[in-house]
C-alpha cells in the first residue's frame, strides 16, 4: 500500500476581516496503488505538506488542517484538501520540574500529623521533600496589541507570578488538556521583537501543581480544598498564646514544671493554646495564600 502519485489542482484563498486571518485551501488529487490504502497513510503521505509547514507560494502561513475524501468508485484516488492560515504556529513544550519543600506533615488520608521526634519536638534542620510537577512551555509568534491572543508588555507584569482563576484548556492537535482552575502558576514570560516580520516570539512559562483534597486549612477559611495547590500551609503553633482576658500576648507555661515552654505548641486556631490532652485530630492549620490568582483566559493559551 503506498501513494503512487500526488497532483496539485487548485488553490482558493479567503480572509477574515475581524482577525486579520487569511486561509488557503489547496487541493491535491493523490493516487494509490490499494484500494484498501488507510485514511492515515494517505494523509501522512511525505508527498503531502506536513502539519505546521510553510506554503511554499505565500510566506508566513502554516499547515492547520489536513481533510481527505475518496474519489469515485475505484477507491484508488483521493481528493486531500490541505488548509493554510497565517495564524501563527503553537509551540507545546511538556516537561517536569522538583521543587524541594520542608516537609511539615505526613501525606495520607484521613489523618496528617505534624513532623515531630517521639518526644514531640520539630527536627533540627528540618526534613525536606521533593515535589514533582508538571510544566508546560508555551512558545508562538504574536502580534503587539490589546486584543485576545496579541502581545502587551505592560500586561506582563499582571500575569507573572500569578495562578489561574479559571480552567485553561490547552488543545495542541486535538490533544486536549485542562489547567484547572488554581492550579497552573505562570513562572515567566519573556518576549523577543523580530522587526522583520513585525511580530513578538513570546515564551510562557507554567507549572502545574496538583490540589491536595484531603487538606484542611482553618484559617482562612475561604481557601477551599481545590484551591490549596499553590497555598502554604503550616501547623497552628507558637511559644505565646493570647490571653483571653487582656487580649495581649503572653508566653505559654508548662504546667507542670511552671515555666516557660521552650519548643512551640499547637494552638487551638484562635490563639490559644491546645490543651495537654489534645491530639492531632485536634490541630488546626494555617494557609498563607503565597500568589494572586489572574484570569488568563485573554492569553488565548
Known sequence: MAVTATNKVRVVESANSSTSQDTYEVLYKVHVDDKDTPLDDVLNSP???????????????????????????????WHVTVTYTNKPLTIYSWGTKTRREVLTETSGFPDTFPITNSAGDPF???????????????EREEQSGTSIGQFDPGNVVDFVNTVNSDDISIDPLGAPYVISAYTGLMESITAVYNPGKDVWKVTYNITIR????????????????????????????GLREIDPDSAQ??????????????????????GVALSGTSTPSDYKWLGFVQFDDQQWSSLAL
Not at 54 to 75: H, M, W
Not at 210 to 237: G, S
Not at 249 to 270: E, H, V
Open 249 to 270: 500576648r503572653r508566653k505559654i507555661f508548662d504546667l507542670t514544671s511552671r515555666t516557660a515552654t521552650t519548643k512551640p505548641l499547637p494552638l487551638d486556631g484562635n
Open 124 to 138: 533540627s534542620p528540618a526534613l525536606t521533600k521533593d515535589i514533582h510537577m508538571l510544566t508546560l512551555k508555551v
Open 210 to 237: 496538583k490540589p491536595d483534597p484531603y487538606w484542611t486549612i482553618n484559617t482562612p477559611e475561604y481557601v477551599a480544598a481545590d484551591k490549596n495547590a499553590w497555598v502554604k500551609r503550616v501547623l497552628d503553633a
Open 47 to 77: 508527498t503531502l505538506p506536513a502539519l505546521g509547514s510553510e506554503f511554499d507560494e505565500i510566506p508566513y502561513n502554516f499547515c492547520t488542517d489536513k481533510q481527505a475524501a475518496l474519489v469515485g468508485s475505484t477507491r484508488l484516488v
